[in-house]
């Protein structure tokens, strides 16, 4: 028997360029159920975006408040896990064969909004064989043999924090947006 959970990750706070007020505006930092899902939201006066965290990716949607198109710049935006590695992403539309080729842009147009995903290439692995394929890994181990083996596992994470680069494009400047979430909690399954 095998014994697994999931993670309760939080939205802690988002990093933006120097001068902030000057070109981002006020800034909030939100949470919120939908439909049984916790979902996490930043918005200043460029983009909105909501995180959904799961098991072994972020999803996002992103919304472009300005009146320029916006460009997502795959090749910079990077995870940093728990241990604070800094690795590479893809997101959905890439195929899993292609996930350490580069990736072009994804540009939102004015007032228009983009769903994705964000997956570390290092968790994305190939099993051969009469029954590989294509793996996932999760971001945080999530199972163990035994309760109390899966306790140990998962109380060395809490507390600790995930990071996202989000490095988007607009009018001609790249702007970093640096997203810090924070382990806050598992809950056994």
């Not at 200043?44 to 072994?56: A, E, H």
């Not at 072009?104 to 394929?133: M, Q, R």
């Amino acid at each position: 028997m095998s014994y697994q959970g999931i993670y309760k990750i939080g939205l802690q706070e988002v990093e933006v360029p120097e001068n902030k007020n000057d070109r981002y505006g006020k800034s909030t930092v939100v949470s919120f159920e939908e439909e049984g899902v916790l979902k996490y939201m930043y918005e200043d006066s460029l983009i909105k975006i909501t995180w959904i965290p799961m098991t072994s990716q972020f999803g996002f949607s992103l919304l472009n408040k300005t009146n320029h198109s916006i460009k997502i710049i795959w090749d910079e935006a990077v995870y940093v896990n728990e241990k604070g590695l800094s690795q590479k992403v893809f997101h959905s539309g890439v195929k899993y064969v292609d996930k350490n080729n580069a990736q072009p842009p994804t540009v939102i147009v004015k007032n228009a909004t983009v769903e994705d995903l964000i997956v570390p290439t290092d968790n994305v692995y190939y099993v051969s064989g009469k029954y590989g394929g294509w793996r996932t890994k999760p971001l945080l181990q999530n199972s163990a043999m035994t309760s109390e083996e899966l306790d140990q596992i998962t109380k060395d994470y809490i507390g600790k924090n995930l990071q996202i680069l989000l490095p988007l494009e607009i009018e001609g400047e790249i702007n970093e947006y640096l997203f810090t979430f924070k382990i806050e909690d598992f809950i056994k399954k």
